[in-house]
């Protein structure tokens, strides 16, 4: 019997080509698409389960209410960690975390192999760790002792492409880097941080290189990330319920004298990627939303492929409901109709199922590209074909696929009446037309939300890449500063200053603290003069340089630029000048921009509180990127700052040539220093990166849902064409027109189109909307967005029906006749 049902099934398959080849190909498609989709969603779930104790690893973030500030920040202040240590029994290890911008935005790094090679990088990605930390996180080492690598002040641990970045094949233990002069010894090399680690890092220094006991009574920076470790089988909310009267005792002074509350919470390190999106992250997060979305994306476009699948079975009916009646006759029961039928769809959904494996292998490297992340690996190496999750998944789309979907029009063929069937009386049933009208109504629906969300997104980009930022980001250069090395640092930066604005390709050149495209690290608390500490407010504090304004092409809402005397600083003159923006102007409360000039504010800074008049307010800009707020700043200027950045306009006529002259220039005015630089508008934009790659793969799925829905439109109309091919021809022959003959073929499906739109036009709109509101800066939801993907489906729709239709009228109508 199984022999027979084998035969059968190849058969048919080779019997109808066209539409075995359609079916296979739409279900491959929409299988390996799932996969795809469950590759990334797995991927993103796996963030930061590697670690061996993840489950009782947690981060300490604070919350910030009342006047001082608002929200909740990720960093915490650095004794907190070692706080609970001392004081909570359920925590057995912590460990803080701090980028090297809590202390300078790079470091130059160096290595002096003694034969006159010296190899020199700008490191940004360091971080200063406590001894604790590798035996809390499961980062391996290759060489070295985890539990001693970070115990002595001037020890390093570096990345496995670190070391060889710097020696080479040599073994770089007991090596001696060089940080910005002071010597580290490499104690440790760990494997590369994974690509799922929710913090990346290449370096590691311990804090005890900052000083001995460095933070362990620090209550007053906030700009440290706390992990702790709790007991297995000790209670989170237990802890937590520790907090008030923890925060109260550490805390409890500062907030009743400035008038603000702060909270603890304990974090699940593991929800961290997904379910975090504080102030201060330490990286660019995912979105469970977008999880939600991908998921439901997967269950459309093999939804797609498997109405293709019962449309196409359904439709040719009639030409196996002869074969259904003569074996009917001869002795076979419903049960073995059915489950011939069935055995075919196994062997359709077997077959597809095989391809779309082929296609996951081949193109895993072309999608890592396309979205920006190196997934393959995690989802291969890590024997995820061995886990139980990857085959209840494989399996329920090939049983969903094989037996549900394929379980229809098997019940459907196997009902045939032999009787009325041999006497050529058969007719398709209305109720089946009406099924598979509805059923592709639903596809339409499907890719109709599908497209709307595509141009959404894309929009919403394109937005907030090309809106107005409040400055000029064209030909905007930036060199990142090198940090002091020596008592000539000031006179050097004078002078690469003026060497620079002496070239006439470079109109200007300012150093300052911070550059759009990040949040400002600088932060305390502004108020007016003749306000109490209690009406303090949180503000972005930077220091600039007279430049600054002009270089940015800031405009000023009222007042003029800050003024700029050498020998004076804001630290020390009676009333410092400053500049605000609007934003500030409107949080102190001033009644516009022309009352805030000539006030007298004051703000709290490392060396006490500064009394500071405004002379200027700043025209709101974008600091960060538009899915934020105006960003509330003050600005002024110090002549002992140490700059960050160093950012200048460059004529690009002949871009190469300046831009060697810039580098030049800068390794003449500070030898030794790595030589690092970005045009701003590519630095600005890194801030979209996980909006776009998101843009990217929803784009590149609506692509494939669409052309499995063509592919079932192909096959729909082929088949329609096929059947009516005598009533072409009379048609033909009474004077119909070869536009009449498409027209008739595409009326019904414009009207499912137009039913498809009304139905998807609302979901659309709630979507949207939903998704738009996480941006502070959004577009509005215009006409377009509705009507495009309809018209855009219709067109399809058109040009695939249109094209058979018009190629079947266009044939000789003697010839068809004399067929029939």
């Known amino acids: 019997m199984f022999k027979n049902y084998l035969k059968i099934a190849f ?395 394929g379980a229809y029009p098997a019940f459907i063929l196997s009902s045939f009446k032999p009787i009325i069937v041999l006497k050529g009386r058969f007719l398709p049933a209305k109720g089946g037309i009406s099924l598979r009208k509805a059923l592709v109504a639903f596809q339409f629906i499907l890719s109709i939300i599908l497209i709307a969300g595509t141009i959404t997104m894309y929009s919403q980009l394109s937005y907030m890449r090309n809106q107005e930022l409040g400055y000029k980001q064209d030909q905007l250069f930036v060199v990142k500063a090198p940090q002091p090395s020596d008592s000539t640092y000031f006179s050097r930066i004078k002078f690469f200053k003026s060497e620079l604005e002496r070239n006439p390709a470079i109109a200007r050149m300012a150093p300052s603290k911070d550059v759009p495209g990040k949040p400002i690290y600088g932060r305390n608390g502004v108020r007016k003069a003749d306000q109490d500490k209690t009406k303090n407010t949180v503000v972005g504090l930077t220091e600039i340089d007279k430049d600054f304004i002009p270089v940015y092409q800031m405009k000023l809402a009222a007042g003029t630029n800050i003024p700029q005397n050498e020998t004076e600083s804001v630290f020390d003159t009676k009333q410092a000048k400053v500049l605000v923006n609007e934003a500030l102007v409107k949080k102190l409360g001033y009644k516009d921009n022309q009352a805030a000039l000539h006030e007298s504010v004051i703000f709290t800074s490392w060396f006490g509180d500064i009394n500071c008049e405004i002379v200027g307010v700043v025209k709101n800009y974008h600091q960060r990127s538009l899915k934020e707020q105006y960003e509330s700043i003050l600005f002024y200027y110090y002549n002992q700052a140490v700059p960050n950045y160093f950012s200048m306009n460059v004529d690009t006529k002949d871009l190469s040539k300046d831009l060697a002259y810039i580098e030049d220039l800068y390794k003449k005015a500070f030898p030794g220093a790595a030589y690092e630089s970005f045009f701003l508008d590519d630095y600005f934009n890194q801030q979209y990166a996980a909006d776009q790659q998101f843009g990217n793969i929803f784009g590149l799925f609506t692509i494939l849902a669409i052309i499995v829905a063509c592919l079932g439109l192909i096959g729909l109309s082929t088949y329609a064409i096929k059947l009516r091919t005598k009533e072409i021809g009379i048609r033909r022959v009474l004077g119909s027109t070869a536009y009449g003959i498409v027209y008739l073929f595409s009326k019904d499906f414009i009207l499912l189109v137009a039913i498809a739109a009304v139905v998807a036009i609302p979901v659309i709109y709630v979507a949207a909307n939903e998704w738009l509101n996480g941006f502070a800066f959004r577009i509005s939801l215009g006409w377009f967005i509705f009507v495009t993907p309809p018209l855009l489906l219709m067109m399809i729709s058109l040009l695939t029906i249109g094209w058979q239709s018009f190629k079947a009228a266009l044939s000789n109508p003697v010839k068809s006749l004399r067929n029939e």
């Open 11 to 405: 058969r048919n398959l080779f019997k109808n080509k066209v539409y075995s080849l359609i079916n296979i190909f739409g279900l491959a498609i929409g299988m390996a698409a799932c996969f795809f989709i469950f590759q990334y969603i797995r991927f993103e779930l796996s963030y930061d389960t590697f670690h061996k104790n993840v489950s009782n690893i947690y981060r300490v973030p604070i919350t910030y209410s009342g006047g001082f500030s608002q929200g909740t920040r990720a960093a915490n202040h650095p004794a907190v960690g070692p706080a609970m240590k001392a004081e909570f029994p359920e925590v057995v290890a912590q460990t803080r975390v701090a980028p090297q911008s809590v202390f300078a935005k790079s470091l130059t790094v160096s290595f002096d192999n003694g034969k006159g090679d010296v190899k020199r990088f700008n490191e940004s990605r360091i971080f200063s760790v406590d001894s604790t930390f590798f035996s809390i996180f499961s980062f391996p080492l290759v060489e070295g002792d985890p539990a001693t690598a970070l115990n002595a002040p001037g020890s390093v641990a570096i990345s496995e492409t670190t070391a060889r970045k710097y020696f080479g094949d040599s073994s770089p233990l007991n090596q001696t880097l060089s940080f910005n002069g002071g010597p580290f010894k490499v104690t440790g090399v760990f494997k590369d941080v994974p690509e799922n680690a929710h913090f990346k890092f290449d370096m590691l220094v311990p804090f005890s290189a900052h000083g001995a006991d460095f933070g362990i009574a620090e209550w007053g920076w906030p700009e440290f990330y706390n992990y702790v470790q709790l007991a297995p089988g000790a209670d989170p909310q237990k802890v937590e319920a520790k907090f008030p009267a923890f925060v109260n005792k550490y805390l409890g002074s500062k907030m009743k004298e400035l008038n603000f509350k702060a909270a603890f919470h304990l974090q699940p390190m593991g929800e961290i990627h997904l379910k975090s999106h504080y102030g201060e992250e330490l990286e660019v997060n995912g979105s469970q939303s977008i999880i939600y979305f991908l998921s439901l994306l997967g269950v459309f476009i093999i939804v797609i492929a498997w109405i293709n699948y019962i449309n196409l079975s359904t439709a040719k009916s009639m030409e196996r409901a002869r074969e259904v009646g003569l074996r009917k006759v001869v002795g076979a029961t419903r049960l073995q109709l059915t489950t011939q039928f069935i055995f075919e769809s196994v062997i359709i959904n077997c077959i597809a199922l095989l391809m779309a494996v082929v296609l996951v292998i081949t193109c895993t490297p072309y999608f890592e590209q396309f979205i920006g992340k190196h997934i393959g690996e995690a989802f291969f190496a890590s024997g995820l074909w061995k886990h139980w999750y990857f085959w209840a998944i494989f399996l329920g789309i090939f049983i969903a696929g094989a037996l549900q979907v």
